[in-house]
């Protein structure tokens, strides 16, 4: 039986020929990406705005009903609660993001809180309070702090090891690409106001592993063909590393978007911004991993010497002195 092949062997797709506008179109992207970022804001989630976190054991059922739970305080009209297991099957977290007349009042954030620990008493008999705490904005603004530190210490940390492993060209491409990448997931946000929760940035360092991983391999075969193929101009090899490695590049989005899909339309409400966040990476990762970080390379002056050792006046000499001999 013959095997199916995505991507033909002979596949042979002028990917750079196009490179400019591609480059013109992904800088306005980013453009727009932060316009909306800075005008319209990101919509924080409990994590990062502050609100009322309880904590609570439900102390005769084995697991706590996080469905049934969602669902009773949504309807108080708080916005979407966060609820999380916390600890034990049965204990959980439950966060909810305060209106703007209750920030600062406790005595407002307290009633809201009796509110909603009277509705899920109401339905669950077996319902024990173990905490009840105001996140206040200056740990939620912490919390944000600590979100970009972490982003740009991963964006940094990848840069050096692309740099090590390759030349400093790449390290800026891959960096490049990254930016790319993260810019448009924070973008689409803005734009249709999604949530933005401390899950949310697990998604983009998720993006950014996704995108590097790709990147390393067009980068490694780039390299490989730099040292094979010495005197083949920069774009013909850049086109030639590009397409093959293309089939792994379509089958490893493809199983990831096949195992994402049905999360995307047929799971929980909660896991929306995360899985769509992973979904839009799929398509900006491998984007940028071609239309990004392969062309930079060009602009980088990224030769076929560039893998080549130099020789030293010493070296030469010797090599010099044995061709005599």
């Known amino acids: ?68 739970l969602r669902e009773q305080i949504g309807s108080l009209g708080y916005g979407e609660p966060v609820i999380q297991r916390f600890g034990a099957p049965n204990e959980v977290s439950i966060r909810v993001r305060l209106p703007e007349e209750a920030e600062g009042d406790k005595g407002a954030a307290q009633r809201i809180a009796n509110q909603i620990i009277a509705k899920v008493s109401a339905a669950h008999p077996d319902f024990r309070m173990d905490g009840n705490d105001n996140v206040s904005g200056k740990v ?19 840069t050096i090891y692309i740099w090590v492993r390759f030349e400093w060209q790449f390290g800026i491409g891959a960096l490049f690409a990254l930016f790319h990448d993260v810019s448009l997931t924070l973008g689409m946000f803005a734009l249709f106001q999604l949530e933005f929760s401390l899950q949310i940035i697990a998604a983009i360092l998720a993006i950014i592993g996704y995108s590097l991983n790709d990147t390393i391999v067009v980068y490694d075969r780039i390299r ?29 989005s493809l199983t990831l978007l096949v195992a994402l899909t049905p999360l995307l339309f047929l799971g929980p409400v909660s896991l929306f911004g995360l899985t769509i966040a992973i979904v839009l990476g799929i398509f900006v990762g491998t984007y940028s991993s071609i239309y990004m970080a392969a062309p930079i390379l060009i602009w980088l002056k990224v030769t076929s010497d560039s893998f080549v050792p130099r020789e030293s006046d010493v070296d030469r000499q010797e090599r010099l002195a044995r061709e005599r001999g």
């Not at 013959?2 to 400019?20: E, G």
């Not at 939620?140 to 940390?157: I, Q």
């Open 1 to 68: 039986m013959k095997l199916l092949k995505l991507v033909p062997d002979d596949t042979n797709i002028k990917f750079l020929k196009w490179r400019v506008p591609f480059y013109v179109v992904s800088v306005l992207l980013i453009a727009a990406s932060w316009a909306l970022v800075l005008t319209k804001g990101l919509n924080y989630g409990v994590d990062f705005a502050g609100g009322q976190e309880i904590r609570a054991t439900f102390t005769e059922s084995e697991e706590a009903p996080i469905a049934d």
């Open 224 to 252: 490989e063909n730099l040292k094979k193929y010495r005197r083949m101009p920069i774009v013909e090899l850049l086109e030639l590393s590009v397409n093959e490695t293309l089939s792994r590049t379509v089958m490893t």
């Open 140 to 158: 939620s603004g912490e919390f944000r702090e600590k979100a970009v530190y972490a982003l740009l210490a991963a964006m940094l940390a990848i």
